[in-house]
């Protein structure tokens, strides 16, 4: 019978980065998951890194999520030194595109909340934001650039922690 002297529940990102810390630390480490790594909720994420609250009751959350972006280089330069693979992380910044009727308010109120916050945060015409992601739709109003925040591929991700 093997022995362990942990086990993790979960297989996905946060189960994987565990175990890989665990283990480095001289750990012998189990992790048990109904799937492959990775195959359920770190498999559809969109891997975006970022402290802007998505909703009101997220903003007690910031300073948390601003610590845990700024420590995400460190962490991602460990992981692909460890497992000799890139796990397609990018700080190119990211867009919230806004199609409402009210997208000039909708981004003031965006703007002003980001920036009481401590956030980077640019407001963006219609046609500026197609120019840096020329794939957005003609139904565009508006953008907010958030150019301090980035992403990973959490699949890449998954299997380097894996």
Request: aromatic share 4%; proline share 5%; with cysteine.
């Amino acid at each position: 019978m093997k022995k362990f002297d942990v086990a993790i529940a979960g297989g996905g990102v946060i189960g994987g980065a565990i175990a890989l810390e665990l283990a480095c630390a001289g750990l012998r480490v189990a992790v048990f998951d109904r799937q492959k790594p990775g195959q359920e909720a770190s498999w559809a994420s969109a891997g975006i890194i970022s402290p802007a609250p998505e909703n009101p009751g997220m903003i007690a959350t910031v300073e948390l999520a601003k610590r845990s972006a700024a420590l995400y280089p460190e962490f991602v330069a460990r992981v692909e030194e460890l497992s000799g693979r890139s796990t397609g992380y990018r700080r190119k910044g990211t867009l919230e595109a806004l199609f409402s009727q009210d997208a000039k308010a909708e981004l003031s109120t965006i703007i002003a909340l980001h920036h009481g916050l401590g956030l980077k945060a640019e407001p963006l015409r219609a046609e500026d934001a197609r120019d840096l992601e020329p794939a957005l739709s003609d139904d565009l109003e508006a953008a907010v650039l958030r150019p301090e925040e980035a992403s990973i591929d959490n699949r890449l991700l998954t299997t380097a922690v894996f």
